[in-house]
C-alpha cells in the first residue's frame, strides 16, 4: 500500500471545488486532500450539522481555513442552485465539480417498494445530473472550462443484483459523463468518473456488509490484491483528475479495486481454488484427450 499524498503543494491552488456528501467517507477524505493542495472547498449534503463538524475537523487537520459547508438536498434542483449561489458567494467561480454523494443498501429487488427504487436512483442519478446541469449551464455561458469527475463504481457497466438501484444510478452517471465529455468539450468542460471497489466507509460498510453478511461473505476473497482500498489513494486518483495534470483527460472511467471486477469477470479464475498437487493430474488428462 503507498498511502503518500501525490500532487506537489499548491496544485489545486486556483480551484473552486464543489464536493456533494463532503462531510463523510470518501468525500471526506477528497475534501482534505484537495483543501491541503490548495483548493477551496464547498462541501454539501443533507446533514449540516455532519457537514459543521466536518468543516472544523478539516480546518484543524489541514491547517488551512477554505472550506464552507452548505446543507442541500441534491434530488431537488433549487437546493442545488442555491449551494452553488452560496459557495460563488463565498469563493467566487466554481470551477470543479464532484459528484460523490450516494444512497443505497443491499436487498432482493423484490422486495423493494417503488419508493425504495426511487430514493436511491433519485439521490445517485437525479442527484447528478441536477449538479452537472446547474452548473454546466453556468460554465458555457461565462465560458469558464469546468471540470466534473463521478464516483461510480465498477458494476456502472457489470451490472449487480442486490443492488439494483444503484446500479442502475451509476450506469446513468457513466453514461452522463460519457455523453457530456462528447458534448461539452469543445467548451472546455470536461467530465472524467472513479470506479472504486471497496474502500471501507461507515456508509457504504453499515448498509452493504452488515455483520451478517460478512459472516457468510468475505469481500477481501474477491479482490486479487487482498486488501481494501486506502483512501488516500482514491484521493490521489481524483486530485490527479480535478487538477491540470489530467488535461487531455476526458470521458474515461478509471477502476480503482486491486483487480477485483475483472477477477469476478473472468471465465476461469476461480480455478485459483484447484490445489497445485491437482494440476499434474489434470494435465495428464487434457493431454490424453487430445
Ligand atoms: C428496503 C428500504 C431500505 C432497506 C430504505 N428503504 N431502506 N427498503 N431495504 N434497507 C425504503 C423505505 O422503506 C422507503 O420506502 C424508501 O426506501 C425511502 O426510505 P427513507 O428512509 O425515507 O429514505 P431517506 O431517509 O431519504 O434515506 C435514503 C437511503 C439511506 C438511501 C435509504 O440509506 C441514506 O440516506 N443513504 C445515504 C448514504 C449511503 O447510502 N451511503 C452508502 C453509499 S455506498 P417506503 O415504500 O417504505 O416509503 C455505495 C458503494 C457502492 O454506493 C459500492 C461498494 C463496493
Ligand atoms: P457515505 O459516507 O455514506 O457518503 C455518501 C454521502 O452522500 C453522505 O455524505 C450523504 O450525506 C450524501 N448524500 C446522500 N443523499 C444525499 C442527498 N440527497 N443530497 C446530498 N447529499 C446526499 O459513503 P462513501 O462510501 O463515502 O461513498 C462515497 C461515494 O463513493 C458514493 O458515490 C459511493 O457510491 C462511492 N463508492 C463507494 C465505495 C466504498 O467502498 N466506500 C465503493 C464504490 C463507490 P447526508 O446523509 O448528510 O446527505
Redesign the pocket.
Known amino acids: 500500500m503507498y498511502t503518500d499524498s501525490m500532487l506537489k503543494d499548491g496544485s489545486l491552488k486556483g480551484k473552486t471545488i464543489l464536493i456533494t456528501g463532503g462531510g463523510t467517507g470518501l468525500g471526506r477524505s477528497m475534501s482534505k486532500y484537495f483543501m491541503s493542495l490548495g483548493a477551496n472547498v464547498i462541501i454539501s449534503s443533507r446533514k449540516k450539522d455532519v457537514l459543521d463538524k466536518t468543516v472544523e475537523e478539516l480546518k484543524k487537520e489541514t491547517g488551512f481555513d477554505t472550506i464552507l459547508a452548505v446543507g442541500c438536498d441534491i434530488r431537488k434542483y433549487e437546493e442545488v442552485e442555491n449551494a452553488i449561489k452560496l459557495g460563488q458567494e463565498k469563493f467566487g467561480p466554481i470551477n470543479v465539480l464532484v459528484n460523490n454523494a450516494?444512497?443505497?443498501?443491499i436487498?432482493p429487488t423484490e422486495?423493494?417498494?417503488h419508493?425504495?427504487f426511487d430514493?436511491?436512483v433519485d439521490?445517485v442519478l437525479r442527484g447528478s445530473y441536477n449538479c452537472t446541469l446547474a452548473l454546466g449551464k453556468q460554465w458555457i455561458e461565462q465560458k469558464i472550462p469546468g471540470n466534473v469527475l463521478s464516483i461510480v463504481?465498477t458494476y456502472a457497466w457489470t451490472g449487480s443484483g442486490f443492488v439494483a438501484p444503484?446500479a442502475c444510478g451509476k450506469a446513468g452517471v457513466l453514461a452522463l459523463t460519457r455523453s457530456l465529455a462528447a458534448e461539452w468539450g469543445k467548451y472546455g468542460i470536461r467530465l472524467n468518473a472513479i470506479a472504486p471497489?471497496?474502500f471501507p466507509t461507515e456508509?457504504?460498510w453499515a448498509?452493504?456488509f452488515p455483520e451478517e453478511v460478512a459472516k457468510k461473505i468475505d469481500p477481501l476473497k474477491r479482490i486479487p490484491l487482498g486488501r481494501f482500498g486506502h483512501h488516500q489513494e482514491l484521493a490521489n486518483l481524483a486530485a490527479y483528475l480535478v487538477s491540470d495534470f489530467s488535461a487531455f483527460v476526458n470521458g474515461e472511467v478509471i477502476t480503482i479495486d486491486g483487480g477485483e471486477w475483472i477477477h469476478g469477470a473472468g471465465e476461469f479464475t476461480a480455478m485459483e481454488q484447484i490445489p497445485n498437487k491437482m494440476w499434474d493430474a489434470i494435465e495428464k488428462q487434457v493431454r490424453s484427450g487430445k
Do not use: E, H
Open positions: 450516494a444512497g443505497n443498501f436487498s422486495r423493494l417498494s419508493k425504495a430514493v436511491v439521490i463504481t444503484s471497489g471497496p456508509g457504504a448498509r452493504l
